[in-house]
Nanobody, 115 residues
Framework: QVQLVESGGGLVQAGGSLRLSCAVSGSIFNFNTMDWYRQAPGKERELVASITSGGTTRYADSVKGRFTISKGNAKNTAWLQMNSLKPEDTAVYYC?????????WGQGTQVTVSS
């Protein structure tokens, strides 16, 4: 059974940094794309960053220049490095992987940025 396991969330002051990770287990295939979404209280889930198996990345305008998505060459893992965090980045962050036509979600990890 394919599972996505997230880690790395927490509480940080504005201007600080956090690194989220998302590891795929139970699959013999590497992901085709890995996305990071976030959902703040009372708001819809939004796409934050995306990376393809070939390394192509894209970002939401709100995080460009502050967040970096990357993946391991051998490991079926992706990371989201978040710098210069702002209180408006506070949300539950979810990873989402596309693997051979099926999508999978991580359990979510809370990121809280205090002002």
């Amino acid at each position: 059974q394919v599972q996505l396991v997230e880690s790395g969330g927490g509480l940080v002051q504005a201007g600080g940094s956090l690194r989220l990770s998302c590891a795929v287990s139970g699959s013999i295939f590497n992901f085709n794309t890995m996305d990071w979404y976030r959902q703040a209280p009372g708001k819809e889930r939004e796409l934050v960053a995306s990376i393809t198996s070939g390394g192509t990345t894209r970002y939401a305008d709100s995080v460009k220049g502050r967040f970096t998505i990357s993946k391991g060459n051998a490991k079926n893992t992706a990371w989201l490095q978040m710098n210069s965090l702002k209180p408006e980045d506070t949300a539950v962050y979810y990873c989402n992987a596309l693997i051979w036509g099926s999508t999978y979600w991580g359990q979510g990890t809370q990121v809280t940025v205090s002002s």
